[in-house]
């Protein structure tokens, strides 16, 4: 380029640079866009049995599946549960719910003491790795004499 004027070296060289300039902008802004999360909504967690008989010990399972490929979610973490006659108008009786072993993937297990027959309330929260919102439910389950 010798005895080429420079400002007629910059208009060729400018655009080349103006061109991968902006491409570079275009990858950083898509790099940049959060990747979508999954909804609360885009899970379920369901109750594996909802009739019990009245007694002692009961085991509830429920399962956490996603609803968008129908797969069971495993490492979910179970932070509220409670179990109360809420719907035969006896919100304030209730049963301590205790957490025990899963036995397959996406079946969460917990212990109850079903002390009265009637309707109760299962109402369980969970957590599942990667997501903001909580999952939520409550059950209902029937307790037969």
């Known amino acids: ?53 009245f007694g002692d ?20 973490v179970i932070f509220a549960t409670r179990l109360d006659m809420a719907p035969d108008g006896m919100e304030t009786m209730t049963s301590p719910v205790l957490a025990l072993p899963g036995e397959e993937p996406g079946l969460y297990r917990f212990s109850a003491d079903l002390t009265m027959d009637g309707n109760w309330r299962f109402s369980v929260a969970a957590k599942v790795q990667g997501e903001m919102e909580t ?7 029937e307790v037969q004499p």
């Open 135 to 141: 999952v939520q439910a409550q059950i209902v389950i």
């Open 1 to 53: 380029m010798v005895g080429v004027p420079v400002a007629r070296q910059y208009r060729r060289i400018m655009p080349r640079y103006i061109h991968s300039a902006l491409a570079a902008l275009v990858v950083a802004a898509q790099l940049s866009v959060p990747v979508a999360q999954a909804a609360a909504s885009d899970y379920i967690l369901v109750l594996v049995e909802t009739t019990y008989a």
């Open 57 to 76: 010990d009961a085991v509830l399972e429920v399962r956490l599946i996603d609803t968008r490929t129908n797969a069971p979610v495993e490492g979910a």
